[in-house]
T-cell receptor, first 111, second 112 residues
Framework: DAKTTQPTSMDCAEGRAANLPCNHS???????VYWYRQIHSQGPQYIIH???NNETNEMASLIITEDRKSSTLILPHATLRDTAVYYC????????????FGSGTQLTVLP | DAGVIQSPRHEVTEMGQEVTLRCKPI?????LFWYRQTMMRGLELLIY????????DSGMPEDRFSAKMPNASFSTLKIQPSEPRDSAVYFC??????????FGSGTRLTVV
């Protein structure tokens, strides 16, 4: 699986959009980009995933650049409850099913 | 669905004792994963199963750790004997397809 690089920490004002970047410059054509988050003392929570098209669900939007070397997770209206560590993971579609978590980005939503 | 259920939520044990962590995956999910999380090492995959069969146990730290999945609705992670460095939060997760994993709430293990 391709290595991903994320900023260590970010702040966002409550009610504003939170844009979390992720670099995955070595991603291969069959690798999906997954986003998870972990709120303190809880298990990681799946947010969204995509291959090359932009994706949106009730939680967030995922924007993947055309060359697929980077992506951005967008939380459109951040709330205090969105404070968490956000993980960006690249994973292939082959038989290996495991997700490898990096250090992630600590997002702090400020009141 | 109640989600992935782990028990116990907290476990405190003395060094040298046997510890058994339990996990009930979501019904219908055919993959089950055990992760360990510490401040120093983050989230580490220990082992995962597909259709109750262990597929990759390369993350199991040593022979003191063992995991079983006797049926589709139950898995255990056993540490025998336990050591203080095993103190961590242990997560179980299950999945069916590429949509993503569902994690349990974790078991916080403290070995004194």
């Amino acid at each position: 699986d391709a290595k991903t690089t994320q900023p260590t920490s970010m702040d966002c004002a409550e009610g504003r959009a939170a844009n979390l970047p992720c670099n995955h410059s070595t991603i291969s054509g069959n690798e999906y980009v997954y986003w998870y988050r972990q709120i303190h003392s809880q298990g990681p929570q799946y947010i969204i995933h995509g291959l090359k098209n932009n994706e949106t669900n009730e939680m967030a939007s995922l924007i993947i650049t055309e060359d697929r070397k980077s992506s951005t997770l967008i939380l459109p209206h951040a709330t205090l409850r969105d404070t968490a560590v956000y993980y960006c993971i690249a994973r292939g579609s082959g038989s290996a099913r495991q997700l490898t978590f990096g250090s992630g980005t600590q997002l702090t939503v400020l009141p | 669905d109640a989600g992935v259920i782990q028990s116990p939520r907290h476990e405190v044990t003395e060094m040298g004792q046997e510890v058994t962590l339990r996990c009930k995956p979501i019904s219908g999910h055919d993959y089950l994963f055990w992760y360990r999380q510490t401040m120093m090492r983050g989230l580490e995959l220990l082992i995962y199963f597909n259709n109750n069969v262990p597929i990759d146990d390369s993350g199991m730290p040593e022979d003191r750790f063992s995991a079983k999945m006797p049926n589709a609705s139950f898995s255990t992670l056993k540490i025998q004997p336990s050591e203080p460095r095993d103190s961590a939060v242990y997560f179980c997760a299950s999945s069916f397809d590429r949509a993503g994993y569902t994690f349990g709430s974790g078991t916080r293990l403290t070995v004194v």
